[in-house]
């Protein structure tokens, strides 16, 4: 994959990755979205106006990215219909940011769940390939070579809410301090996992949740030590249980 998920890409960046020729750049990837090279490209600003001064409705819904193309925008360009066609044969990158001093994010791939034939129009994108994790409930009897059911409940994740959450705490596990930067270098920079205080799949519905009281984050190993029975432990518990080792 040319770009990594919860990466920060610039412009230049962009450029220098898709071999953009020089006469080629600035302009129309500016304005929001652009095609090239037979994809779709989207830079979007969320919580904030665009270059131009306007104010886009953008918003996160759990996976599901609420975007509003260009103020003049309709069903009928041709950009717009590629970008709602059913089952594409390309791909639509997707980049937010939620500062214009700041690079954009790689989002990931994504495609049009819903739409709108508003001026402008508004598209719902989801992510090609799930980003979240599911719970799931196993059979009480399993036999192999033999197909059976497995059903799926799966809770939405905000990766905005992930992002603030790292931006407060930094990548260092609150519990056990590992930081995946200080032992892998490079190739562990800006990694960790977020934990969710109170575990989606308890609250069972949709919430308002708070980045700094309600995530945090944590090293793999701590994250699955605190999952690992069926009634999670509570950091308080986790580290009193590192403690007396």
């Known amino acids: 994959m040319m770009f990594e998920p919860d990466k920060l890409y610039t412009k230049n960046d962009i450029y220098e990755i898709l071999s953009v020729p020089i006469e080629k750049q600035k302009g129309a990837w500016d304005t929001g979205y652009r095609e090239y090279e037979g994809n779709i490209y989207i830079f979007a600003n969320v919580g904030i106006p665009g270059r131009t001064g306007s104010d886009y409705n953008n918003l996160w819904d759990g996976d599901l990215f609420h975007w509003e193309a260009k103020t003049n925008s309709n069903i009928n360009q041709p950009l717009i219909r590629k970008m709602i066609a059913d089952n594409p044969s390309y791909d639509i990158h997707l980049f937010t940011r939620t500062d214009n001093s700041l690079p ?142």
């Open 104 to 245: 954009f994010t790689y989002e990931g791939s994504v495609t049009a769940k819903e739409f709108s034939e508003t001026i402008p129009v508004k598209i719902t994108w989801s992510f090609k390939v799930a980003s979240t994790a599911a719970n799931i409930q196993e059979p009480s009897v399993l036999y192999e070579g033999e197909k059976y059911q497995v059903v799926l409940n799966k809770y939405e994740r905000n990766p905005l809410a992930r992002r603030l959450c790292v931006e407060h705490y930094g990548y260092s596990c609150l519990i056990c301090n590992f930081n995946f930067y200080d032992t892998y270098g490079e190739f562990g920079k800006d990694f960790i996992h977020v934990h969710h205080v109170i575990p989606i799949s308890e609250i069972g519905e949709k919430y308002q949740i708070d980045s700094i009281k309600d995530l945090i984050p944590l090293c793999p190993n701590c994250h699955s030590m605190i999952h690992r029975k069926k009634e999670p432990l509570s950091v308080p518990e986790l580290k009193s249980i590192l403690k007396k080792k």
